[in-house]
């Protein structure tokens, strides 16, 4: 491949296959089904609560972020590579085992999240949606997923991966038509959209909890770990369209939910979307806890086989199979009384932080372009504030 072919390969040069369609678009399925993992069911009143009308602005920052953080990974697939495998740079190899480390911290707090979103869905449903109910759910389920791991193991379970990403996008397909047909009649009907107040906040109060929203468009990073499965070229342009794909639709959801934001009266929760849902459809809600229960429990399934998979690399093959299930399941079990839905969202952004961070020192220690350097120190520091001062909503 020559130096030239892509604006994310300046600076290595390595012969690479070419990739096809048919090739790239299964590679799309894992980084998109965790990219819409959460991300959907809960960006809307997260952003409401943080900016108001400002929600799609806010959006579009956030989504140009992870564009970013993107360009490190796929950075990292093309030059990083191959000199981990020739163990010719200590620093390089000893940062991306740190940050193996710090990716099963993440992965672990995803767990948690991705179950607490469930539980907050399915309670709504028959009004039982407090806090002690959620935390008790989100543990009885993790409980059940680490009992199915340690006794059958999970490998059965990884194909509803791809079921669950189809029945997402089926269900966001759903709401945005509904959201813009609401919107239009809206329009009609009164000659300007609503939208949301904005909430008395400080500047610095917006721009942390704004900062805690970076996990909304998490999963991207998967392709680094597809190799495997598919050759380099083919798991970068993967790892750009699915970018591509998810954060504009992220932009036109949130974009569409404005005019019905308004309806909440400022009273924003982790299941808010059930509510804009039943306001712009009455046939909306139902296929929409099924789709959150489907997506959240299957993303749930992935993150901990990913979370064993790299305590077994890290632990150079010395930890078993069954105790990486406990302790991954175990921790996330405790992490799920810690606190709210909003409040593991920015704790799982600032484990998620963290991994970028030390995906972006890895990047520096291989790149030799002043350019791309500074852009890597500029990625970092953005990445160093989520980490340090990102506040949940609320």
């Not at 869905?121 to 002690?132: G, I, K, N, R, Y």
């Not at 079921?163 to 966001?172: F, P, S």
């Not at 970028?356 to 291989?366: I, P, R």
């Amino acid at each position: 491949m020559s130096a030239n072919h892509s604006s994310d390969q300046d600076s290595c040069n390595i012969e690479a296959g070419t990739s096809t369609v048919r090739n790239i678009v299964p590679a799309m399925s894992t980084p998109l089904a965790s990219i819409f993992g959460s991300g959907f069911l809960v960006v809307v009143p997260v952003l409401a609560s943080a900016v108001g009308p400002y929600a799609i602005v806010a959006m579009v920052l956030v989504a140009v972020v992870a564009f970013l953080v993107g360009k490190i990974v796929r950075h990292n697939i093309l030059c990083a590579e191959p000199v981990l495998a020739s163990g010719s740079n200590k620093f390089t190899a000893m940062t991306e085992r740190l940050s193996d480390f710090a990716l099963v911290a993440a992965y672990v707090v995803s767990v948690c999240l991705y179950i607490h979103i469930l539980s907050a869905f399915v309670l709504v449903s028959f009004e039982l949606d407090t806090a002690f109910n959620k935390s008790l759910m989100t543990t009885l389920i993790i409980g059940a997923i680490t009992v199915i791991g340690l006794f059958g193991g999970l490998k059965p379970l990884e194909n509803l991966e791809r079921w669950a990403l189809y029945i997402t996008l089926a269900i966001l397909v759903m709401l945005l038509v509904f959201f813009a047909v609401y919107d239009v009649k809206q329009f009609l009907a009164q000659g300007f959209f609503s939208f949301p107040e904005m909430p008395q906040r400080s500047s610095w109060e917006i721009i942390t909890i704004v900062a805690g929203t970076l996990i909304v468009v998490q999963g991207f990073e998967t392709t680094r770990y597809l190799g495997k499965s598919f050759d380099t070229v083919t798991r970068i342009r993967a790892s750009r369209w699915s970018q591509y794909f998810s954060l504009s639709i992220y932009v036109l959801f949130v974009a569409l939910a404005q005019p019905i934001v308004a309806e909440l009266n400022g009273n924003y929760g982790d299941n808010s979307l059930i509510r804009l849902a039943a306001t712009a459809s009455i046939l909306l809600p139902l296929p929409l806890i099924i789709a959150a229960s489907m997506s959240q429990f299957s993303a749930a399934v992935a993150d901990t086989l990913a979370a064993t998979a790299n305590m077994q690399e890290v632990s150079q093959q010395r930890l078993g199979t069954r105790w990486g299930y406990l302790m991954v399941g175990a921790s996330a079990m405790a992490l799920s009384w810690s606190g709210s839905t909003f409040e593991i969202i920015v704790l799982a952004s600032r484990a998620f932080a963290f991994y970028y961070l030390l995906q972006c020192l890895v990047a520096f220690s291989v790149c030799r372009n002043i350019r791309e350097r500074i852009l890597f120190i500029f990625i970092a520091f953005i990445l160093g504030f989520v980490l340090l001062f990102a506040v949940p909503a609320g």
